[in-house]
């Protein structure tokens, strides 16, 4: 089980990890600048700030190259996937944002980021820090307030969006594995990994989005952490390409259609979370991925009935 209150002892004796953030960009010009003014602000500075342009055709390159000044910002190409603009959104953006990933696997810490969010001033001391605390936690995901285009409160959480199960920390490992198979917890926004973690996953299959992906990894190997602590401001407007604009009962419906429509796509879903076998350290969660535990669990109402 993962610890909710590190001890004192291991509090003095952790090591203090390099933290570096995954940025993919691609035309995030209307609030990159408010997203990197918060991550100069952090209480714990970030050690680097990697960014990937991904194609921009607008002033996002421009904007950032402005923070060199303020934030130690280093600009790599973006590995070739294969994937353009022209593919489907979710399998170019999940291949994208893992590719920024793995080209970071030898890193401690590796912070996921939005680029239309806005990080709370503790983020990077919170989520580093528990990391540090508990060499259990893999990957950890956060919450945050939802705020409108405008950065206005909506007077609701991340959390409220896609709902977590009670008593988390308490569930079985096994028990956790279902739930994340069942529904998405985490997001690019919010989460948090070592970058270890990349270099022991299968990679991300077409189809799917790298932060679905990485967190149902954890999961698989018994290292996921929800925790419902504020470390971003969320945003939510018309422009969101993915994420919760596409959540809800609309949401729910599209995923059914999806998989009454196209039964070999669902086929492959299955087979991709089976393949997480090989990475799950316990006989339990081997067998929770086994096919007959994989196929009770997609065949749940839990699954389908909303968030």
């Given at each position: ?23 993919v960009?691609?035309?995030?010009e ?6 990197l ?13 990697v ?38 959104v ?18 401690d ?7 239309d ?31 409108d285009?405008?950065?206005?409160p909506l007077g609701?959480d ?28 985490g ?12 270099r022991?996953?299968?990679?991300v ?7 679905r992906?990485v ?16 470390v971003v ?28 429509r ?12 089976h ?20 196929l ?5 109402p ?6």
């Amino acid at each position: 089980m993962i610890e909710t209150t590190p001890s004192i002892a291991r509090r003095k004796s952790r090591h203090r990890s390099r933290v570096v953030v995954n940025m993919v960009a691609h035309n995030g010009e209307p609030h990159i600048a408010e997203l990197l003014e918060s991550i100069v602000r952090q209480t714990r500075p970030v050690d680097a700030l990697v960014f990937f342009d991904d194609a921009s055709t607008d002033r996002t390159v421009e904007i950032v190259e402005s923070y060199r000044d303020r934030l130690p910002i280093e600009v790599r190409p973006l590995p070739d996937t294969g994937y353009t603009h022209w593919d489907v959104v979710y399998s170019r953006v999940g291949q994208h944002v893992s590719a920024g990933l793995r080209e970071l696997a030898d890193e401690d810490v590796i912070i996921m980021t939005d680029l239309d969010d806005v990080w709370e001033e503790t983020r990077v001391e919170h989520q580093a820090g528990r990391l540090e605390d508990d060499p259990d936690i893999l990957v950890i995901a956060g919450s945050g307030p939802c705020i409108d285009d405008d950065g206005a409160p909506l007077g609701m959480d991340f959390h409220d969006l896609y709902p977590r199960p009670a008593g988390w920390q308490d569930r079985s490992a096994v028990e956790q594995l279902r739930w994340t198979i069942w529904k998405p917890y985490g997001s690019g926004a919010n989460m948090a990994l070592r970058g270890s973690v990349m270099r022991r996953i299968p990679p991300v299959p077409y189809g799917w989005l790298c932060d679905r992906w990485v967190t149902l990894a954890a999961a698989a190997m018994g290292g996921l952490d929800l925790d419902d602590t504020p470390v971003v401001r969320y945003r939510l407007h018309p422009g969101n390409s993915l994420g919760a604009m596409g959540s809800g009962v609309a949401g729910m419906l599209r995923r059914q259609v999806r998989w009454l429509r196209a039964p070999l796509v669902g086929v492959r879903r299955l087979r991709e979370l089976h393949s997480l076998r090989s990475i799950a350290p316990t006989p339990a969660l081997r067998r929770a991925l086994s096919w007959p535990a994989l196929l009770v669990v997609v065949a749940s109402p839990v699954k389908w009935l909303g968030r």
